[in-house]
């Protein structure tokens, strides 16, 4: 067992349950550290854990102690020294000492992320900053936290991407939209698949029934009347549709199926005689 001084970290307890009941564990020796009292035991975050007990959520420190008595209806982990917590029907955010720092007052909340948090007050999203002035109007039917400066969200039955002072990043002209991976994001407009960048270009028109993320190798999968091929990274055709299927590239090498015949070719579609199966992602 480690010394009584020396200082736990967030991965030094994990929880468990015992008989229907959670409790912590030491992550390295299995020792309980914390009983089994309670109904609910979540990992923990920033050096608190959220804890459920008689049918309401508290928070609990490394040694085990409650912290924050247990009485929110729920409660989301805490994120940049603040916590969502639900109080009756209508969500908040608490600080480490517990005390309420944004008023419940929001059917919905989501967890701050750039400073920023997405709440739903009236049937509409807006974003409100942590001392809980608002930063972007109440206006959006679905509103998702920033990432890397711009946030997804929906207007109508219209999706696109705003910066963090609520202009328009991305327009508002697609059905469907992707969180960004690898700096693009798959859109969508009547069934069809494209491409943009964090730009808001449109580097692949909605032309594709299917688009695979992220690149690899310098170029991704596509799908269009039932033939798979590739396109770069400037949206043009790497491959022609022709493949009944087809994997992405490793090192340079992708698996491929026309009719019967499965092959591996290189990235200038070239059959590639040795039949050595890539590497399993």
Not at 72 to 85: H, T
Not at 228 to 237: A, L, S
Not at 253 to 279: C, S
Request: proline share 5%; glycine share 10%.
């Amino acid at each position: 067992m480690k010394p009584l001084n020396e200082e736990k970290h967030d991965t030094d307890l994990k929880p468990f349950s015992k008989d229907g009941a959670c409790g912590y564990k030491n992550k390295e020796t299995e020792e309980v550290e914390v009983p089994c009292i309670y109904e609910k035991a979540h990992d923990f975050s920033e050096g608190l854990a959220r804890v459920k007990k008689d049918g309401l959520y508290g928070y609990i420190d490394d040694k085990g102690s409650l912290v924050i008595p247990c009485k929110f209806k729920n409660s989301l982990r805490f994120i940049g020294g603040m916590a969502a917590v639900m109080v009756d029907a209508t969500w908040g955010f608490i600080n480490k000492a517990g005390k309420m720092v944004v008023k419940p007052i929001y059917s919905r909340i989501l967890s701050f992320s750039e400073g920023l948090a997405p709440v739903k007050k009236k049937k509409k999203w807006g974003y409100i900053r942590p001392d809980g002035t608002t930063a972007i109007p109440f206006k959006y039917d679905i509103a998702d936290p920033f990432c890397e400066g711009m946030a997804r969200v929906k207007l109508g039955d219209k999706s696109g991407f705003i910066n963090p002072n609520g202009s328009e990043a991305v327009p508002f002209k697609y059905d469907k939209i992707t969180d960004f991976i690898s700096g693009y994001a798959i859109v969508e407009i009547d069934g069809k698949q494209g491409l943009i960048n964090r730009k808001g270009k449109e580097i692949y028109a909605c032309q594709s029934s299917y688009i695979d993320l992220p690149f690899r190798d310098g170029v991704t999968i596509i799908k269009q009347d039932g033939k798979y091929g590739y396109i770069d990274e400037k949206g043009r055709i790497a491959l022609p549709c022709q493949y009944d299927s087809a994997g992405y590239f490793i090192n340079g090498r992708a698996e491929v199926v026309i009719g019967e015949e499965r092959m591996f070719i290189d990235l200038q579609g070239n059959v590639i005689e040795d039949k050595q199966t890539p590497p399993a992602v």
